[in-house]
C-alpha cells in the first residue's frame, strides 16, 4: 500500500451512498479535510444493474481505479431493461425476443463475459439458462441498502450470488436478507425499508437521474458530464481520468 493511504481513505469515504471505507470520516466532514489539505476529489456515478454481467465484472475494476486515481464511486442501482427502454423513449429493447444482433446473443454474451472474467482474474458462472431470479425485486434490494448506506458490499455480496456461486436455486427474499446481513445490515430494519414506499420512490428517482444524464445502458460512468458506457471501456475511463485538466 501506497504512503498516502490515509488520504486514499479519506477519498473514498465520500460517496454518499456507501459508509466511509477504511474508517475515516464521511460527508462534508471528509470534504472540508480534503479541501483544506488541497486535494481535489471527483465523484463517478457508476450506474449499474446487480443482474448485468457486464456490471459484475466492471464493479471489479473500482478499486483499483479508486487508488490509482483518487475517485470515489457513487453506486447507483437501476433495473437494466427498464434503463434502457427509458432511454430509448419505451417500446421494445433489444433484449425483447430474438437477439436482434449477435451481441446480444446470450451464447456470445457468456463467452464474452468469461473471457472478460478471466482476464480480471475473478470467477464467472453463467447465469442464463441456470438461475432463475427477479431482477426488479433485486433492484429494490440494492436500493433499499443503498438508503441505509451499504449499497456497495450489498450489491457485491448478491452480484457474487448470482454470477460466481456455485448454488443453482432460484435467487429470491432469503437471498436479499442474506446479502444484508453480509453488507452488516439489521436485518429487521432491512425489511422494514425494501417494503417502504420511499424505497420505490428513490427506484424512479435514480433511474430518471441516470437516463436524464444520458445513460442508456449499464454499466455507465457518469463523471465530467461525459458518460462512460460498458465494461469494455474502463481503459476510456482510465484514459479519462489521466488526462483530465
Known sequence: MREDRPRLCL????????RPPCGGPGGA???SEAAGRGGTVTTIDFVFG???????LAASQLPALAAEFGVTFRWRPVTTIALVRQARGGGSTPFDGAPP????DFKWRRQDAEAWASLYGIPFNEPHGRLKYDAVELNLGCVAAGLLGAVEPYARRLARRIFADDNDSPVGRADLIAAAAAAGLDGERFETQLAAPETQA???AIQDEAAARGAF??????????VIWGNDRIPLLRHHL???A
Not at 50 to 56: A, D, E, K, L
Open 11 to 18: 477519498l473514498l469515504a465520500l460517496s454518499r451512498a456507501d
Open 29 to 31: 466532514a471528509a470534504l
Open 50 to 56: 446487480v443482474s448485468s454481467r457486464y456490471s459484475y
Open 101 to 104: 444482433a449477435m451481441q446480444y
Open 202 to 204: 428513490a427506484v424512479a
Open 217 to 226: 445502458g449499464v454499466p455507465s460512468f457518469l463523471v465530467d458530464g461525459k
Open 242 to 244: 489521466a488526462t483530465r
